[in-house]
Structures are given as structure tokens and as C-alpha cells.
């Protein structure tokens, strides 16, 4: 019953941005009387759409809910409240909500009502869905994927800067799938000048109730032209400029973007934690970073890449060709960044290869 749970919830990965993925399922014995998902951020969470499918079965029933019950009034009533009205038995959650608000606070609401609790249940599988949100309850910061589509010699452009296309037509679909997922799709500006990309979810099969990711371009000289692609594209697109920036902003606010300030770090480029802290306030879970090789690497080299996706073509492009990443060379082997496969995936001709970091010294997860 928590398995279907957890099937129901990635149903609102598309669409219920900022809030958690959440699914719920009623049983009596062992029949579902009632199935729900989070769909979209201010309408009614899992608990809720579950408890009117299973109307007065809903007595005596047991929830199963992936998350802990949200406990408070906020765009939507408690859903303790409505759990607690509908006469439910017992509450099996897969977790504990990680917003400091709800956290333990749903589970002592249900239990001072009688109701029996437990929470643990395929915990892992259930905290996956919303590594992002937990990131942000508790660390203040969005989880960044570093995505990147190069040939089997780690290159993902030609000398003189072609790259259209390493990969096949069901990698770029994939490509599309990351973007809805995420809050925001991250670049650079140097990929903005050479490729004018638009950063949106052009698949008419996902359907994004009318979201799209926010587009985010590291800028630091504020050379973002005003008759960029994605500015004339549905949804937001946000600049981040140092304070000494060039007074170009007005004419780019009227042009559509919006303009945010962040202080230099050592090197002189944007200080990517507080580029990540201001994306964060701004209630972004999941930061996919579509960048060229020198601000990808500097998301791999400081350590805010919590994910590496590389979409690996069948082609070899030569010692010329660009590199996937710009990063430092390690004074020793020893030394050298590692990462643990934690998933791959044919998709037509390319493979795709989810990484994750291993704490330095640390064994790899999968040994």
C-alpha cells in the first residue's frame, strides 16, 4: 500500500511546485477505499482528494501517506483536521515532514485524537521523492543536478563550439522531463551569448498545469541581451549580477527578466551559495544547472552538485573538443573528486549515468 502511495505522489512531480510530492491511500482490510495525490500548490493535498474518494468508508480506515500530515493553516487547512473529522483508525506514514513547522507536530495532533501512528515505512524510497524539499527545510538551500551530454571521450562540443546534436532525439526528450521536474533550469551567460536557449519543457506530453521552471542566468557583467529567446518565453526568467554591474538593468527588466544582486567570491565570479540561498528563498526545491564547462565545473569542484547526469553519445570527438568540465587538476590520485553510479538507463542509441558524490575519504556507497 505505501509502494502505490509513493506511485501516486510522482504523479505531482510536474505540477505541485514548491510543496512536497505527497500520495495517500485508504484500506479497509485490505481493499483501497480511497486513493489521492498532491496535484498542484494551493489546492487540496493527498489526505484530502483520498478522503473524498473513500467518503463514509474513510471510518475505521487505515492511510497510508507518504509524508507526515501537514498539521497547520496555511493556502489549505490542516490535513490533521481532516483526517482526525473523517474517524480514520491509523496513519502510516513513510516519513517525517522535514518543515520544521509540521515536523512531529501531524503526528502528535493525530495521536492526541486517538489515532494510532507509525511513520518509517520505505522511508528511503519515500524521502527520494523530495530530496530537494527536504534540502531546502533544512539546509536553506536547493538541490542542484549538473546535467551534461557528451561523447564517450567526456567532450560535449567540437573545437569551434557545435554541439547540436551529441545526443539522440529520446535523450533530449528525457532533457525535457529534468527541466519539468525541477524549479528552476540554471545557465550562464556564455551559453546564453553562443546558443540563445530557451530553458522551457517543450513536451506535449507533460502537462505542467501551466507551470514552467524558473529560467536562472548567472551574469556577472549583465551582458544579457533583451532580444534573448527565453525572455519572450511563458514563465519567469531571473538575472544574478554583481552590485557594480553595468546600469543595464532597467532596460532588461523592461525587456522581461528579472535582476538580483549577489557579491563576488575570492575569484571574482558570483558567489554560487548565495546565488543558491536567494533561489532558495524563492522556494526552489530542484536546481538543474545547464551550463558549459567552467560553471558547471565550478558546481562540481565547490561541492554544491548534489547529482551528475551525463547523457553519454556513441561517438568519440577527439582531444580538441571541449571537456564536459573545467576543473582544477588534483595534486594527487587520492585527491581526485569521486562519484558513485547510482543509476543507468538506455535511451535510444546514449546511455544516461546518474552520479552521485562520495564524501571525501569516505567508501563508495555501492561497495
Request: contains cysteine; glycine residues 10%.
Amino acid at each position: 500500500m505505501m509502494q502505490r502511495a509513493i506511485e501516486l505522489a510522482r504523479l505531482g512531480r510536474y505540477t505541485n511546485h514548491p510543496n512536497p510530492r505527497v500520495g495517500c491511500v485508504l484500506v479497509q482490510g485490505e481493499r483501497i477505499v480511497g486513493e489521492g495525490w498532491h496535484r498542484k500548490w494551493g489546492e487540496p493535498h493527498a489526505e484530502v482528494h483520498a478522503l473524498a474518494a473513500a467518503g463514509e468508508a474513510a471510518r475505521g480506515a487505515t492511510v497510508y501517506v507518504t509524508l507526515e500530515p501537514h498539521s497547520y493553516q496555511g493556502r489549505t487547512p490542516p490535513c490533521t483536521e481532516a483526517l482526525i473529522r473523517a474517524g480514520v483508525a491509523r496513519v502510516i506514514c513513510g516519513t517525517l515532514d522535514p518543515n520544521p513547522r509540521v515536523h512531529g507536530e501531524g503526528v502528535r495532533q493525530l495521536e492526541a485524537a486517538g489515532i494510532e501512528v507509525r511513520t518509517g515505512l520505505l522511508e528511503e524510497q519515500v524521502r527520494a521523492l523530495n530530496l530537494g524539499f527536504e534540502k531546502r527545510m533544512t539546509r536553506g538551500l536547493p538541490r542542484v543536478i549538473v546535467k551534461m551530454a557528451a561523447s564517450i571521450d567526456g567532450r560535449v562540443a567540437l573545437a569551434g563550439g557545435e554541439s547540436r546534436w551529441i545526443t539522440g532525439p529520446a535523450a533530449r526528450a528525457d532533457v525535457h522531463r529534468l527541466r519539468a521536474e525541477a524549479s528552476a533550469v540554471l545557465t550562464g551567460i556564455g551559453t546564453v551569448l553562443a546558443d540563445d536557449p530557451q530553458l522551457t519543457v517543450r513536451d506535449p506530453q507533460i502537462e505542467l498545469l501551466g507551470r514552467q521552471p524558473l529560467r536562472v542566468v548567472l551574469d556577472s557583467q549583465l551582458r544579457m541581451p533583451g532580444a534573448a529567446r527565453m525572455l519572450r518565453e511563458p514563465g519567469e526568467t531571473l538575472v544574478f549580477t554583481r552590485p557594480e554591474a553595468p546600469a543595464r538593468s532597467a532596460a532588461l527588466t523592461q525587456a522581461g527578466a528579472q535582476v538580483l544582486t549577489v557579491p563576488p567570491d575570492d575569484a571574482g565570479a558570483l558567489d554560487l551559495e548565495s546565488v543558491l540561498r536567494a533561489l532558495a528563498e524563492r522556494q526552489c526545491n530542484d536546481v538543474l544547472v545547464e551550463a558549459g564547462p567552467t560553471l558547471a565545473g565550478r558546481f562540481v569542484e565547490q561541492g554544491w552538485a548534489d547529482e551528475l547526469i551525463v547523457y553519454q553519445a556513441p561517438m568519440l570527438l577527439g582531444p580538441q573538443a571541449r571537456p564536459m568540465l573545467h576543473l582544477s587538476e588534483p595534486a594527487r590520485l587520492a585527491h581526485a573528486p569521486r562519484f558513485t553510479l547510482r543509476a543507468s538507463e538506455a535511451l535510444g542509441p546514449d546511455l544516461k549515468l546518474v552520479y552521485v558524490p562520495r564524501p571525501r575519504g569516505g567508501p563508495d556507497p555501492a561497495e
